[in-house]
């Protein structure tokens, strides 16, 4: 039986709408009351993702099936199997391939997953192998039945069913861990909305004036130009007292 595995990841789309004039309405004044002190909001955890209790258990039953599939493919006698001795040769090399991947490649991919705490990306890589063992382990269940004894049979087919019990088992839990990681989290308890009245303790009041509507634009006062002052007027003496004509300032002497 073979399974799928979607992991889909979330796009935030960001749009920027253009701000529509809208007569203005009348202002709402909200109260909202100072405190004292500042109060901050704690900051939401990033999101980690901890290993379950079911990721433990699927852990362990991966475990168990390999220990058991590692012992019964030893018991194999592919040798004496009703087949040719080509196909005998491939269905050998196949076991060997099975026994190193369970002995050699299972063993850190658990460690993998339980030293991240169970994180995505390690129990993608633990699913992915765990589905090439089962379709191997599968291909050699089904000759074992219908070449080898019946005895070599069974077992194996108990493993293939304990493997693939843990393989679903380890599909679900990263389906789950991958929505766990998309979903956004809660708003914080503390935050403070300023839509409505909170009384938050002592300390002075603030108005907020909630106005819709454009913002109006600021005009400049218009100022009248400040008039010249006129010249001061001269004196009647000065006047007299100033010639006209440079030739006038001396008078010419009567001649004798």
Partial sequence: ???????????????????AQSPVARPQ?????????PVTSPQPP??????APKLDAV?????????SMNSNLAKLRIEKWRT????????????????????????????????SRGSVSSA??????MNVVYEYLNSLTDAAGSLGKREEYEPLAEDAAALDSAREGLS???EQAAVTLETPPAPSPNAVSTADAVAVGGGRKIIVEEVSGPVPKATKKKTSATPA?????KSAATAAAKPAHPSAAAPTPAPK
């Fill in 1 to 19: 039986m073979k399974t799928t595995l979607a992991v889909t990841g979330l796009l935030a789309v960001l749009a920027a709408g253009a701000t």
């Fill in 29 to 37: 004044t909200v109260a909202v009351s100072q405190p004292s002190q």
């Fill in 46 to 51: 990033s999101p980690q993702l901890a290993a």
């Fill in 59 to 67: 852990l362990s039953q991966i475990q168990k099936a390999t220990l």
């Fill in 84 to 115: 040719d001795p080509e196909q005998k040769a491939q269905l050998q090399k196949m076991a060997n391939s099975l026994q190193r991947n369970i002995t050699s490649a299972v063993p850190g991919l658990v460690s993998d997953v339980q030293s």
């Fill in 124 to 129: 993608f890589k633990l699913y992915h192998n």
């Fill in 172 to 174: 679900n839990y990263i």
């Fill in 229 to 233: 002052k006129p010249a001061p007027a």
